[in-house]
């Protein structure tokens, strides 16, 4: 069974910073797209961040742009989110999420991602 486990979440001030991890183990990837996605309180789930595992090209969201940063790490099995200079509308349940298929992130469509973690709160004051 593929399993994907976030973690590194927390309480932090604004102007914080968090770094979050996600070990996944049972998905073997060769040129995938693997991405973290979050979800607020009566707002719909939305992508944060895009790494494609075949080159390290990555996407942001406008929102986060030049604040976050995604990495992926092939020996270890693991992804993180780099979280710089965070504000009061980053707070939410942050997810990763992996691809089945090989292909680049160009499409980011949440319906693509066939793997999910269980989530990870992030909560900024």
């Known amino acids: 069974d593929v399993q994907l486990v976030e973690s590194g979440g927390g309480s932090v001030q604004a102007g914080g910073s968090l770094r979050l991890s996600c070990a996944f183990s049972?998905?073997?990837?060769?040129?995938?797209?693997m991405a973290w996605f979050r979800q607020a309180p009566g707002k719909e789930r939305e992508g944060v961040a895009f790494?494609?595992?075949?080159?390290?090209?990555?996407y942001y969201a406008d929102s986060v742009k030049g604040r976050f940063a995604i990495r992926h790490d092939n020996a270890k099995n693991t992804m993180s989110l780099q979280m710089n200079n965070l504000e009061l509308e980053d707070t939410a349940m942050y997810y990763c999420?992996?691809?089945?298929?090989?292909?680049?992130?160009?499409?980011?469509?949440?319906?693509?991602?066939?793997?999910w973690g269980k989530g990870t709160q992030v909560t900024v004051s």
């Open positions: 790494i494609y595992t075949g080159d390290g090209t990555s």
């Open positions: 049972g998905y073997t990837y060769s040129g995938n797209c």
């Open positions: 999420a992996a691809d089945s298929g090989a292909g680049s992130c160009a499409v980011q469509l949440i319906r693509r991602f066939d793997y």
